[in-house]
Nanobody, 122 residues
Framework: QVQLVESGGGLVQAGGSLRLSCAATGRFFSTRVMGWFRQAPGKEREFVGV????????DYAEAVKGRFSISRDNAQSTVYLQMNSLKPEDTAVYYCAAKGPYQPVAGTYDYWGQGTQVTVSS
């Protein structure tokens, strides 16, 4: 079983930065692809970005490319989402998610965190 706990959300002005963390418990963290998603009020949850097991490969939604970056520390079983140049439209609950051990980047996620609120004021 895997538990994911996000932290680092809050209120920030447009143009500011935040770094979200997602701490994982359970086994095999270094073998799991990790993703970040977000859900704004009244909208469906959307993909933000993904990082490979080693951290050597990342991919991002077009809306955040060049502004957000994902990294991971496998020794600490933690994945990060660095968010720069934040915009009001980035306001959402942000979730991290984990795949099963050795699963590819494509496909569904098996575990989800409870989410952390990010609010960007204009």
């Amino acid at each position: 079983q895997v538990q994911l706990v996000e932290s680092g959300g809050g209120l920030v002005q447009a143009g500011g930065s935040l770094r979200l963390s997602c701490a994982a418990t359970g086994r095999f963290f270094s073998t799991r692809v990790m993703g970040w998603f977000r859900q704004a009020p009244g909208k469906e949850r959307e993909f933000v970005g993904v990082i490979s097991q080693s951290g050597g490969s990342t991919d991002y939604a077009e809306a955040v490319k060049g502004r957000f970056s994902i990294s991971r520390d496998n020794a600490q079983s933690t994945v990060y989402l660095q968010m720069n140049s934040l915009k009001p439209e980035d306001t959402a609950v942000y979730y991290c998610a984990a795949k099963g051990p050795y699963q590819p980047v494509a496909g569904t996620y098996d575990y989800w965190g409870q989410g952390t609120q990010v609010t960007v004021s204009s």
